[in-house]
């Protein structure tokens, strides 16, 4: 193998290593790569492209859209609507999941994607990104429908995400560990940079919207609370704590250094399991996660095997170095018990 291969030579040794690829999803990787780099361009151009700001509009969760948000979505609709590989994409943008129109051939695999994650960071020229999750339509020989996309995060066949920070990001599983990719700005192509990417299971870094402490459920006060006791206190060490408030971002650097995350249940909107999206954002970092030898719960069980029931369905998030996700369990369990 050269130092750096592309993207598709990558996909390719994967397939005859063994990894269930066909000609569809292999297609589909390239495609979404393909749009990741052109929301890249237009992230990076910024203001000069004139795609920084509101877009004045709400979508299905009521959050205010961003124009940006708007163009990635749309990019990754035209460029996987006509391609044969897909039967329907959902997204955190779209209210409906979205059929491949009738005038294209139909496939074989559903795409969902959180466009454009980290919305808030747009602006201010903080990394932001594409997570994405593909699963094989359910052969029922009926149009699409949304119950189709309802399956557990364990189905997924292909997941991962692009960040577009200092150094634009692909990175990737298809069950068989995690692999990274760097977008070469000078030719546009993908090239692997990382593979078999490992979390270590000890962390002494813990990420979370600190400001939303009085809202929190006891296990996840006191997980905390034992952190920032540091040396003094239960844990014996002292930690540090990141929160980027782009989930891409801060997953990215658990999986480069370790850490753990968490957007838990809280009680600003008691009704809702979480914030975090369980198709478009827990199930395919949850999986990516899980690849590099870390957990992903949502305090009391596994994400992947959560049955969703409904498209934008939300769950709690805790996720990154093992035995940290598994001391926050347990302190939910505990709590349960
Ligand atoms: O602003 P908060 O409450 O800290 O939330 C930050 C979280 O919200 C998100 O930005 C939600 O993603 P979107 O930008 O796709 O809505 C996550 O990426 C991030 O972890
Ligand atoms: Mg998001
Ligand atoms: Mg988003």
């Not at 609507?81 to 209210?95: I, R």
């Not at 979205?98 to 808030?120: C, I, R």
Request: charged share 20%; aromatic share 6%; proline share 6%.
């Amino acid at each position: 193998m050269a130092q750096h291969p592309p993207l598709t030579r990558y996909l390719v040794e994967q397939q005859r290593a063994g990894v269930t690829l066909d000609a569809q999803l292999l297609r589909l990787l390239e495609t979404v790569a393909s749009a990741c780099r052109r929301i890249g361009a237009e992230v990076r151009q910024g203001a000069l492209a004139g795609v920084l700001g509101s877009a004045g509009s709400e979508n299905v969760q009521g959050e205010v859209q961003k124009k940006l948000d708007i163009i990635a979505n749309e990019v990754l609709i035209d460029a996987n609507d006509w391609g044969g590989h897909l039967a329907g994409m959902a997204s955190e943008e779209m209210d409906d999941v979205l059929p491949v129109p009738a005038t294209y051939p139909s496939g074989d695999y559903l795409l969902l994607f959180d466009p454009l994650d980290g919305s808030s960071n747009i602006d201010v020229n903080v990394s932001i990104g594409t997570i994405f999750s593909v699963l094989k339509k359910p052969a029922h020989g009926t149009p699409l429908q949304a119950a189709d996309f309802l399956q557990p995060g364990a189905r997924q066949v292909a997941a991962g995400y692009c960040l577009y920070g200092p150094q634009t990001t692909l990175v990737l599983t298809l069950g068989r560990g995690v692999a990274m990719f760097t977008l070469d700005h000078r030719d546009g192509s993908f090239v692997l940079t990382q593979e078999g990417i490992q979390i270590p299971p000890d962390t002494r870094e813990f990420a979370i919207n600190m400001s939303n402490m009085r809202h929190w459920d006891a296990p996840v006060k006191r997980y905390v609370d034992e952190c920032l006791a540091g040396k003094e206190g239960p844990r014996g060490k002292d930690f540090n704590m990141r929160w980027v408030a782009s989930m891409v971002a801060d997953v990215h650097r658990i999986l480069m250094r370790g850490g753990i995350f968490m957007y838990p249940w809280d009680r600003r909107e008691p009704a809702k399991p979480g914030k975090l999206r369980l198709l478009y954002e827990a199930n395919p970092m949850s999986w990516l996660v899980e690849q590099a030898g870390g957990a992903a719960t949502n305090g009391r069980e596994r994400i992947l095997g959560i049955q969703p029931a409904q498209l934008h369905e939300r769950v709690a998030v805790v996720l990154g170095s093992r035995h940290e996700v598994d001391r926050v369990t347990q302190y939910h369990q505990a709590g349960d018990a």
